[in-house]
């Protein structure tokens, strides 16, 4: 388990900035395209958050060093506020949280793609 662990956990890792990066196009197209795609944003969101907590259990099962923990512990809190955020402003209309949240989101990509580079670096 520890090897698989090893193997897979880089590859995982940049799953995270990936499907944060086809969010803001979900957004993007919601708002300058043709149909809402604000509720698969959602749950993409959703998946994205708990392929998160995964990194994190495969980075501390693969023996990954403290800062490349720290970075996905970090990752996965900013992401449980994202979501908390992105369910605030849509559905309650908090249209402080919205703005929050798109800030946030730009800076919870440089920090999970921080941490799978810092992941999948090492051995
Ligand atoms: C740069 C990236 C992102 C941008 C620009 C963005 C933008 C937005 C916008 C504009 C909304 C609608 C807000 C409103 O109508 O007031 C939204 C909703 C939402 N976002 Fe994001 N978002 C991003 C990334 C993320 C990420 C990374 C997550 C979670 C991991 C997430 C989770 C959600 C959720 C759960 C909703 C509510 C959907 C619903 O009510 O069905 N977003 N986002």
Sequence with gaps: MNG????????????????IV????MVA?????SGSLIAVHG?????????????????????????????????????FAQT??????HRNGLTLASSVHVTLGVLVMGVSAAAAMRIASER
């Design 29 to 33: 197209q919601t708002l300058y395209g």
């Design 43 to 79: 749950s993409t969101g959703n998946l994205t958050f708990l392929l998160a907590v995964v990194v994190l259990a495969l980075a501390w099962r693969a023996r990954r060093s403290g800062p490349a923990l720290l970075l996905a512990f970090t990752t996965v809190l900013l992401l």
């Design 4 to 19: 698989t662990a090893a193997r897979i956990v880089g590859p995982v890792a940049w799953a995270v900035p990936g499907l």
């Design 84 to 89: 908390g955020l992105g369910y605030l402003g």
């Design 22 to 25: 086809i969010q803001a196009a």
